[in-house]
């Protein structure tokens, strides 16, 4: 499994970006995808999650109503859309993957085996 985050940059408070994430490998269909973020001098903290085969999304509640999941899994990717930035969303997102999770689980960063190499998003107020 190997994942490629992108689509990070510098924007402005108030403004949007849209994070991509390309998988690959054998199959994803058990798989819990996950986004989370690494704010400077912090720790790695759950942003979003969405189950690969089938429905259901989590998130955390900083960015609730702001940040949307979604996949393409036609294409093997998923995508993490981020509006209403503020400065303290700034941050490396990370991509990441864990197989047969469960709801309660999703949010903790331990039961993804595989992980991206990180997107910045910087937020200037």
């Known amino acids: 499994v190997q994942l490629q985050a992108s689509g990070g940059g510098s924007v402005q408070a108030g403004g949007s970006l849209r994070l991509s994430c390309a998988a690959s490998?054998?199959?994803?269909?058990?798989?819990?995808m996950g986004w989370f973020r690494q704010p400077p001098g912090k720790e790695r903290e759950f942003v979003a999650a969405i189950r690969w085969n089938g429905g259901g999304t989590s998130y955390s509640d900083s960015v609730k109503h702001r940040f949307t999941i979604s996949k393409d899994t036609a294409k093997s990717m998923v995508y993490l859309q981020l509006n209403s930035l503020r400065p303290e969303d700034t941050a490396v997102y990370y991509c990441?993957?864990?197989?047969?999770?469960?709801?309660?689980?999703?949010?903790?960063?331990?039961?993804?085996?595989?992980w991206g190499q990180g997107t910045q998003v910087t937020v200037s107020s």
């Open positions: 490998g054998p199959t994803f269909n058990s798989y819990v």
């Open positions: 990441a993957a864990g197989r047969g999770l469960i709801f309660s689980q999703w949010a903790y960063s331990d039961g993804y085996g595989y």
